[in-house]
């Protein structure tokens, strides 16, 4: 072969390999969205702005996953295991217990009066992880991280200081675990989605809400009632998941940054979750509302929730049989 042909091929494959390398290098990143039923001012939407930030920094622009709060997208937390599942969105941010219709394992983490602490929450959550994760995989999710919410209370027009005070009390809950406790112990519970929450209060369709004194403080609930009981009932989870089809089509680099987030955006959003507490009650007091903490809830208001509670936890192992009760013995063995 001649040498000016010789040369003239060498330059064309380098010139070649450089385009090839600027083409990658200058390659738009893939774009996903997150799905989420709140705001961004609510906690999930503060822990989705720093971890997708993990997520976007270490994918080195192979990924770019945008926060879409408030249910913009037009999903609340129910509808999210079916659009990610389907792939009418890429990734969600859920409200766990809100799924408890396809499995009733996912109502672990609002079952009454089982993990007091943030650390037992924690502990909880990785004791479950790998059950709740085989149920995405066997649907085509990826399971990430987890947000817990802060501890549920009840805000009503009144303290809950007496166990007259929850009979026939219409109160809104979140899930199928709060329903029966509520109901159990004497109330009247209405099982409302977040988005679906204001006009109930405007409208008196209910008197009292169950929920964190984070989640009172983004519906502005001093326009409502006037009084926030502390009664950490539950600290339930939102988690985050995406769509197995779509994470496979990843590059590796947007597959280990989602991957890598997970232990960095679990210990983010447990500091997180804790500082939110005395924010919110802050907040509530100083827009006129009374905040009456656990301690100064009598013990027979306790007693008969936990009575009322023990009857769902009790149904809820009958409903996962081996799992439920594999993971709270071994919950029971190392909590703190």
């Known amino acids: 072969m001649p040498d000016t042909v010789k040369h003239f091929l060498v330059a064309t494959s380098g010139a070649m390999a450089v385009a090839a390398f600027a083409c990658v290098a200058n390659a738009e990143p893939i774009k996903w969205d997150m799905a989420d039923e709140y705001g961004e001012n609510a906690l999930t939407g503060q822990s989705a702005k720093y971890c997708l930030g993990e997520v976007n920094r270490m994918a080195e622009g192979t990924l770019e996953v945008t926060y879409q709060g408030g249910g913009a997208l037009g999903y609340k937390s129910v509808d999210h295991f079916d659009a990610v599942q389907d792939g009418g969105?890429?990734?969600?941010?859920t409200l766990l217990t809100q799924l408890g219709g396809i499995d009733p394992l996912f109502n672990l983490?609002?079952?009454?009066?089982?993990?007091?602490?943030?650390?037992?929450?924690?502990?909880?959550?990785?004791?479950?992880?790998?059950?709740?994760?085989?149920?995405?995989e066997a649907n085509n999710m990826v399971l990430l991280w987890a947000m817990p919410n802060p501890p549920s209370g009840i805000h009503a027009?009144?303290?809950?200081?007496?166990?007259?005070?929850?009979?026939?009390?219409?109160?809104r809950t979140y899930d199928v675990n709060g329903t029966k406790t509520l109901?159990?112990?004497?109330?009247?519970p209405l099982q409302i989605a977040w988005a679906d929450l204001v006009p109930q209060l405007s409208t008196g369709g209910v008197d009292a809400v169950l929920t964190s004194?984070?989640?009172?403080?983004?519906?502005?609930?001093?326009?409502?009632?006037?009084?926030?009981?502390?009664?950490?009932?539950?600290?339930?989870?939102?988690?985050?998941?995406?769509?197995k089809d779509e994470f496979d089509a990843l590059p590796a680099k947007g597959q280990q940054a989602?991957?890598?987030?997970?232990?960095?955006?679990?210990?983010?959003?447990?500091?997180l979750m804790q500082n939110a507490i005395q924010v919110s009650y802050d907040a509530m007091m100083a827009n006129g509302m009374n905040v009456t903490l656990d301690d100064d809830v009598p013990q027979s208001v306790f007693d008969l929730l936990g009575d009322a509670?023990?009857?769902?936890?009790?149904?809820?192992?009958?409903?996962?049989?081996?799992?439920?009760?594999?993971?709270?013995?071994?919950?029971?063995?190392?909590?703190?």
Not at 89 to 93: C, E, F, K, P, T
Not at 118 to 125: C, I, N, P, T
Not at 214 to 226: A, E, N, P, T
Not at 316 to 329: A, F, S
Request: charged content about 20%.
């Open 258 to 271: 989602l991957m890598d987030a997970i232990p960095i955006c679990d210990a983010f959003n447990w500091e």
């Open 157 to 171: 027009k009144a303290p809950i200081t007496d166990p007259e005070t929850l009979a026939g009390l219409r109160i």
């Open 109 to 136: 983490s609002s079952l009454p009066f089982i993990a007091n602490t943030a650390e037992q929450v924690y502990q909880l959550w990785q004791i479950a992880r790998p059950e709740y994760a085989k149920v995405f």
């Open 213 to 243: 004194a984070d989640g009172g403080k983004q519906l502005s609930i001093w326009d409502y009632v006037s009084d926030f009981t502390e009664l950490n009932y539950a600290m339930a989870l939102f988690v985050a998941h995406v769509n």
């Open 309 to 336: 509670g023990a009857q769902v936890r009790a149904s809820w192992v009958e409903e996962t049989g081996e799992r439920g009760t594999m993971i709270l013995e071994e919950f029971d063995s190392v909590r703190n």
């Open 89 to 93: 969105v890429q990734s969600a941010y």
């Open 183 to 188: 109901k159990a112990a004497g109330a009247a």
